[in-house]
Each structure stands twice: as C-alpha cells, then as structure tokens.
C-alpha cells in the first residue's frame, strides 16, 4: 500500500510538471479521469493562458480536433470553462496503450492565433478481467510428477495498470496449487502446479475455479472452470519455432491476406504429438480483424486494416498437443501507412459578402487542412485557382487565410467561385479540392449615366396641359437603392418664370410633362437640365440638357392689311379706259402670323361684278387686268377677294376692292351708290362735327386758303388724287416676313393714284417706297391733303361744282384722315 500511494504521487509531480512545460510553451494539458458525465469541467482556458474572458466570443473562439472530427470537450465561451461534451470510453478510445493523449487545437481570431491542448485520460477500473475462455481443460497423465506445471491461459483486462490484473488465486483442492509470476512486460500470469499425484483410479475428472483480480478500486475479478483429465503420461510439450513472431502488415490489405504462419512441434508421437493452435490472448479489436488456422497456425486478415485506428497488434498464439500440453507464443503485428487518404479543407470562417471597396490584403477566410495519413504522406500543399484576385497565405501548421490581391468591382464582377486544392506527399499523390462561392456587396461607387449626351423634344403649339412631350433614360451600374434613379428637373429660369411653370417630371419614369399650353408665337424653343439622382449614401447624380422645341400649328387666319377691312375706310381704286391685258390694277397685301407652311398665301377671286375681267395673282396678290378694258365694261367694279394659307386644315379671310373704270372725276357717277347708306350717314355725323369743331379756327385759315388760292393759279389742275398709303402701324407685331409667300415686309407699301393733266392722262400706280420714303403718317399724307386742298379752290373759283362735290366724296370715302381739308372746303357741296 505504501508502493502505491509512492507511484500515485511521483505521477502527480510529474503530470505537474509536465502541465507546466506545456504552460510555458503556450500550450496547455489537463487529466482527467474517462467516462466523466457531460458538462464535467476540465480546466478555465482563459485562467490558464491569461485570456480575456469576454474577448472569447469577439475572437470565436473555438476547439478543433487534430486528425479527428470528433470532439469530447468543448469551450464554454461565457465562462472559458473546457467540458466534456461526449462520454469518453478510454479502452475503446486508446485500447491497451498505457498513455491515452486527446490532442485538440484552441483556434482564436482577429488576430489569428493558435493553442495546443493535450487531454490526457486517466484510466479507472470499469473493466473486470476476463479469460480467452471460460473453460480451460487439461489431460494429464497420471504419471505426472509433485511439482509439474501447467500454463494457465491469461486473463485480459481492458484497464490498463493498477486496474489491470493484478493477481491469480485457485480455489482450496488436494492435488494443485497456483503459482503466479510476471513476464518480460510486466504482466501476470499463472502456472497450475501439481503438488499431489494424480491417481487416475480415484479421481478421473477434477473441476477447478480459476480467478483472475485487478488492482482497481473497487476491485473487479473474473473466473474460468479448469476441467482436469487424468491421463496417462504425456511428457512433451509443443515447442514453437520462434518465440516471438513479427511481422508488418500494409494497411488496406484484401481480405484473407496471409498475415504470418506459426509453427509448433511435439516430441511425442499419436495423438499426443498432434498440435492445434489457437489465440490465447487477443484484444477484442484484433479478434475482429484476424483468424488463425488450428491446424496450420496460418493467421489471416478478415476485417480492413486501418493504419489510422490502430498502429500496431500484439496477439498471443497456443499450440496445444493432444493431451492438452501447451505451449504460447507472441506475435507483433506492426501496420505500415498507405496514402489513402485525401486532405482535407475544411472552411474555418468565410466573411461573405465582401464589400467592393476592400483594401488590399482583406482577409475573406480561413482554412485549414488536414490528412490522417503519416509521414510524406500527411505533408500538404495547398494551391489556389488562377484569375481570380485572391491568394493563400499559409499561417500556423496547415491553417491558410484567404486574402485579396486587387481591388474588387462589384459591377465588373459580383460573385467568385474560388476553387482550393490541397495535395498530399504520397504515390501517387492525393488531392481534394473545394469551391468557396464569394459574394462582392455594392457601395454607391457610380453615378446614374445618361443613355443620350442630349436630348431634343417636340411638342406642338396649343397642346393640352400634361401632355407627355419626352422622357429621359438613366443607368445606374450599382445594386438595389444604390442603382435606383430619380429624375428631377434643376431649377431654372425661362424668361424670368420657373421653369417648373412650364414642365414636370416623373420621378420615377423619367417622363416629361408640359405643365401649360405652349404658343410658338411667344416664343419657340428652350432648354431645361434634367438631373439624374441615384438612391444612394452619400448620393451621386448627373445632368443633362433637354432641348424643347415648340412645332407651329395653324391657329392664326390671314389678316389682310390692304385693302382696309370694311367699316373703317373704303378703298377705291381708279383704273384708266385704255388698261391694257396684263397691266396692274392693285394689289392686295396679306400676312399671317403662323410660320412654315402654315403662313404661305394664296389669293383666290371669290366673286367679281365681271368674271372675266381680273385675274389675281395666286402667291403675289397681284389684280391684273385678264383682257383689254372697252367702253361696255361697267364703271363700277367689285372683286371678292379670299385670301387663304397652306395649313391643315386650312384658314382664310376675305375683302371687297372697289375699283372705277373712268380716265377722270367728270366721268365717275355719284359714288354714294359704292357705299353703304350705314357709311353715308355716319360721314354726315362726323361732317357735323367737324363743322363745330374747325368754325372756331375759321379765321385762321383764310390766310391759309388766300396763299394756296396763290399757289393754285401757278400749278396745272390735279384731277384725283387716289393715293393709298398703308401706314406702318397696319403691321401687327411678329408677323413673319416671307418673301414670295404671299406676305410683305412691314417697309413695303403702294401708293395708286391719277397722273395731273387731261381726261386722256395715264394712270399711274404701284409705287413702292421704302425707309427714305415719306412715310404714310408723315409729310406724304400732309402733302396729299395740301394737293387736294388746292385743287377744290381751283376747281371752285373755275365753276366746276360738280367736280368739287364728286372730288369731296371720293375724299371723303377714300381716308378720314383729308377729313379736316373737306371740312373746309366741301362744306357748300354737301
């Protein structure tokens, strides 16, 4: 007993010191006994390696196996506390070998680092001895001698040490007692000796209870029956050709591969020479994978070798004559490795996705590999798939950390399969390989981009408010709300009016909507900056201009600007006896404020007083006489002029021309028969009035009127005086100016009017004037009075009254502006 507890403590010193070495190294051990329940605590890591408890977690701190992917302990990361989390079975784990060590790996990152734990388990007596058999049978001969003996089988314990056997005992008889011994290994084993001789005529058959016990706490025994038959004398025991027979044996052999054959002999002759061989002792793992041939002794391979379970099989043979003499013998078994087994890779973490803006050496995973085989065949190397902006750093034994090499672009690449494989040193050489699918997540690294530099909308004048006018497209290469475009318009001005006035956007389509009715009389064209504005944060946007240009419509009539509209002035014009085909008569002067097509004119004789007098020019205007003018034709004529324009559908205005064929006033007949009786009496109104208004001034003029009576006698006699002058302020605004078109400029204006002379004078008309020209409000029109005042005091003082009074209608019908001379001089003939 003082033995013991001498060993149990020098192991104790020793177990310390070596828990310290380890310590000191980085590494830790600890020893604990099998079959503990789950949740048995073995030690505090973090105590042990002055690890920050709370840290665990943040570095995911886990237990790696070596070489197994079974664990029997785990880590409690709220307490660092290392537990057992499967029952451990020490026999079964490390069978008969007297140190049982469980290696495992402490795996902590950020930082990557590593920690060595060795479990070292300690072996407790669950096991009781049994016997290769329960029946042990002897023939002896009664001639056996006071001190023989007889081999025992040996009983075989699971534990291992003090739990293992430890000692033999033999029930009370008269003829044997039990000698134990121990052999070369340190083990017990047990000789029946004979102490009385046999007489086979008393006692042919003798039962013995053989006991095998451990040295355990408590102590565990087992017992076999020893069958005795007496008899007669066999002197020679089988003798095996070797003592100890070893043999290696690749692992992966077929099965009923020869192992090794044994070989004993006997002296004896008959049936006391004949030898059979059988396992005396054989551990139950070896039982399942070798046979023996009794008669051959030829041991075989009946289950597959695993170099990787076990590495080495110590087996005992018996050979045993005819008379039940027997003799043993060792057989070491050693198993060499074959390269069967491939590596390995197993994924430790993957921080997937990956953001595309990683910087270079981001660590993305961390692998590790492993191969159960030994030697060259357990050397690894791992190796990494080409084109793709990854690499393997290798770290701590056979642990890898995949990093970036380039920087990543979600939108030239969103997703890697890296393929990893890792090869073994064997021959032929093994290999394994993995894909790791890697995901590339997006940041907002684009802006939307337009698919036109610029874009050009039409939209017709006078459209409907709303109305879909264009639409702008914008790509955005980035993912989910970082590719997300919104449109929106940048605020402007368009002549001093927002330009949200006059367009909106949808934010989402990008279609533009005009918010008002447009007229391209106002104006035509304009620009607005669309921006394109993706989702993101911080968000990107781009700009682009939009070009709207406005297309005319046909929404406005010709307006006839001569002759003057009925009921503000009448127009007549004097055509000479002797006009001859083809000469001008007048014109008429047209413009329309459209532009295109839309303002091209052409003039149409809707209804004359004779159809085939006049032509009208179809683009100028022009009134022309068709034929020769003769005595029959009428005085009085009247065309219907319609003035039309090119548009879709079309626009038209119409106007009267007076025209009087006579050569001079005498001829003309009373012009209140061209007019209506409505004129005719507003110009007896406005007479009225203007008596009332010059009577005050009347004084004034006589000088006036003695001076020009002066000037009178000195000029020839002006017969009418016909002028025509269209004043600038006719033109309305933003007319457009198309030469050959139908339209005039705003400068151009005709004076019609009677040469001075006889009855037989020519008639002179369609004088342009232009900016040196007198103006039609200006001097012209003082002069034109002045000339018409002139010729009233001639013709009056000459007697021709009749004259007077038609010069004073035609006067008056041809411009209120000689009102105030007719006033003067008319009065009397009115």
Not at 39 to 58: E, H, M, P, T
Not at 316 to 326: K, T, W
Not at 333 to 342: L, M, P, S
Not at 648 to 669: F, G, K, M, R, W
Request: charged fraction near 20%; proline fraction near 4%; include cysteine.
């Amino acid at each position: 007993m003082e033995r013991k507890t001498i060993s149990f403590s020098t192991s104790c010193i020793l177990a310390c010191i070596w828990i310290l070495i380890r310590a000191v190294r980085g590494d830790l051990s600890y020893t604990f006994p099998e079959e503990t329940k789950q949740q048995y605590v073995i030690g505090n890591i973090a105590k042990d390696l002055g690890l920050d408890v709370k840290r665990l977690s943040a570095r995911k701190a886990r237990i790696e196996a070596e070489g197994s992917t079974k664990r029997y302990c785990d880590i409690n990361l709220s307490s660092a506390n290392l537990v057992v989390v499967e029952t451990i079975d020490r026999e079964k784990l490390c069978g008969t070998k007297m140190s049982c060590l469980l290696n495992y790996e402490l795996v902590l990152e950020n930082p990557l680092d590593v920690h060595r734990i060795s479990l070292h388990i300690q072996d407790i007596n669950d096991n009781a001895p049994r016997f290769p058999k329960s029946r042990i049978t002897f023939n002896m001969m009664e001639s056996a001698v006071k001190g023989e003996r007889f081999p025992l089988d040996e009983a075989h314990d699971s534990d291992i040490g003090q739990n293992a056997v430890q000692g033999y005992s033999l029930e009370r008889n008269d003829h044997f007692v039990l000698s134990v011994k121990e052999n070369a290994e340190g083990g017990k084993y047990a000789e029946l000796v004979l102490d009385k001789e046999l007489d086979r005529e008393q006692t042919k058959e003798i039962d013995l209870i053989f006991t095998a016990t451990d040295g355990g706490t408590p102590q565990r025994s087992g017992t076999a029956l020893i069958h005795i038959n007496v008899l007669d004398a066999n002197d020679n025991t089988p003798v095996f050709s070797q003592s100890v027979y070893k043999v290696t044996l690749a692992e992966n052999a077929p099965l009923g591969a020869e192992v090794v054959t044994v070989s004993a002999t006997d002296a004896d002759e008959g049936v006391n020479g004949e030898v059979s061989y059988e396992f005396s002792r054989i551990s139950d793992t070896a039982a399942k994978l070798f046979s023996i041939d009794k008669t051959t002794g030829q041991i075989t391979a009946i289950g597959n070798i695993d170099y990787e379970e076990e590495k080495s099989y110590e087996i005992r043979v018996q050979a045993i004559d005819g008379s039940g003499l027997a003799s043993t013998a060792k057989i070491i078994i050693d198993i060499t490795d074959v390269n069967d087994n491939a590596p390995r890779i197993i994924l430790k973490s993957l921080n997937d996705p990956i953001p595309e803006n990683s910087v270079l050496g981001t660590e993305v995973a961390i692998i590790n590999i492993q191969d159960n085989d030994s030697g060259d065949n357990r050397k690894v190397k791992c190796s990494i798939q080409e084109n793709v902006p990854f690499r393997l750093n290798p770290s701590i034994k056979n642990y890898f950390s995949l990093v970036t090499t380039s920087l990543l672009d979600r939108e030239i690449e969103s997703d890697y399969n890296i393929t990893i494989t890792a090869t073994d040193g064997g021959s032929p050489p093994l290999s394994s390989s993995m894909i790791i699918h890697l995901s590339v997540s997006d940041i907002n690294d684009n802006p939307p981009v337009f698919e036109q530099q610029s874009y050009t909308a039409y939209v017709v004048e006078n459209n409907q408010p709303g109305t879909s006018i264009s639409s702008v497209t914008a790509k955005d290469p980035d993912w989910r709300q970082n590719g997300t475009v919104l449109y929106s318009l940048l605020p402007s001005e368009i002549n001093g009016v927002p330009v949200s006035s006059f367009l909106s956007i949808n934010s989402d389509t990008g279609v533009i909507h005009a918010v008002r009715s447009f007229d391209y009389e106002k104006f035509r064209n304009f620009k607005v900056q669309v921006v394109a504005r993706d989702n993101g944060s911080p968000p990107l946007s781009s700009n682009v201009t939009v070009s709207v240009f406005i297309s005319d419509e046909n929404d406005n009539s010709p307006q006839i600007l001569y002759p003057a509209p009925e009921g503000k002035s009448l127009m007549t014009e004097m055509v000479p006896k002797a006009a001859l085909s083809g000469s001008l008569l007048s014109k008429v002067i047209a413009v329309d404020a459209d532009s295109g097509q839309n303002a091209w004119l052409s003039y149409h004789i809707v209804k004359s007083t004779d159809p085939g007098l006049f032509t009208i020019g179809l683009h100028s205007g022009e009134i022309r006489a068709q034929r020769d003018i003769t005595e029959s034709d009428s005085m009085k004529q009247n065309l219907v002029i319609s003035v039309k324009d090119n548009g879709q559908p079309p626009l038209s205005a119409t106007c009267s021309v007076y025209l009087l064929i006579s050569d001079n006033l005498a001829e003309v007949p009373e012009l209140k028969d061209m007019t209506f009786e409505e004129s005719n009496s507003k110009l007896t109104f406005y007479l009225i009035i203007a008596l009332v208004s010059v009577s005050t001034f009347f004084l004034t003029f006589i000088i006036l009127i003695l001076a020009v009576r002066f000037c009178h006698r000195r000029k020839p006699r002006l017969l009418f005086d016909g002028a025509v002058a269209i004043p600038s302020a006719y033109l309305p605004p933003n007319y457009a100016e198309v030469e050959g078109a139908g339209t005039l400029r705003t400068s151009y204006n005709y004076d019609t009017y009677l040469t001075t002379g006889s009855r037989t004078s020519d008639f002179k008309f369609i004088t342009s004037y232009n900016d040196s020209t007198l103006t039609a409000g200006g001097t012209l029109k003082m002069a034109q009075n002045d000339t018409l005042a002139t010729n009233l005091i001639t013709l009056n003082n000459t007697g021709e009254g009749d004259e007077v009074r038609k010069m004073c209608l035609l006067s008056v019908a041809g411009s209120y502006e000689r009102l105030f001379v007719v006033m003067i001089f008319c009065d009397d003939f009115l």
